[in-house]
């Protein structure tokens, strides 16, 4: 199940939260926006059993659409597909995958990856699980109104 949730609140960043359905502990926030002469960053939190990855200031410039257009495609197929999926911002410090299992199930798979580390010091990935219609057009739809800055609760 989706728990996409829109936080809001003094101590409480803004942003989205994306919890999989197969595992409550493993999960995703987009947080911390901001928007400076019209270019929107924000933070991609990553969480898991032995896991918390955070990068900051990830500007969502990609192909088709950025995110929302990556995600608002996935959901529009809920019948399937064959493969994967991929999407990634321009930066290279977010990639998307997603995967399309039976029973109606998405899996999609989170990458951070600093491309401001000349090294590449570290690289991290988490998946999330959502049904194929319903939970990932809500994901596509909060996410869409986390990068426009729109407030409201949007619990899904």
């Known amino acids: ?81 064959e493969g994967e999926r991929s999407w990634r911002n321009a930066d290279g410090d977010l990639a998307l995958r997603a995967a399309f299992r039976s029973g109606g199930h998405v899996g999609l798979s989170w990458v951070l990856r600093p491309w401001r580390a000349a090294d590449g010091a570290w690289r991290a990935e988490a998946t999330t699980w959502l049904e194929a219609g319903e939970q990932l057009a809500a994901l596509a739809a909060e996410v869409e109104a986390f990068l426009k800055g729109e407030g409201g609760d949007g619990r899904g």
């Open 1 to 81: 199940m989706n728990g996409a949730s829109r936080r809001s609140g003094a101590e409480v960043r803004s942003g989205v939260e994306v919890r999989c359905g197969r595992d409550r502990a493993v999960g995703v926030v987009l947080t911390d926006r901001q928007e400076e002469d019209g270019v929107v960053r924000f933070a991609v939190e990553l969480r898991a059993p032995g896991l918390t990855a955070r990068l900051a200031e990830v500007v969502d410039l990609g192909p088709g659409g950025g995110l929302v257009g990556f995600l608002a495609g996935a959901a529009a197929d809920f019948r399937g597909w």
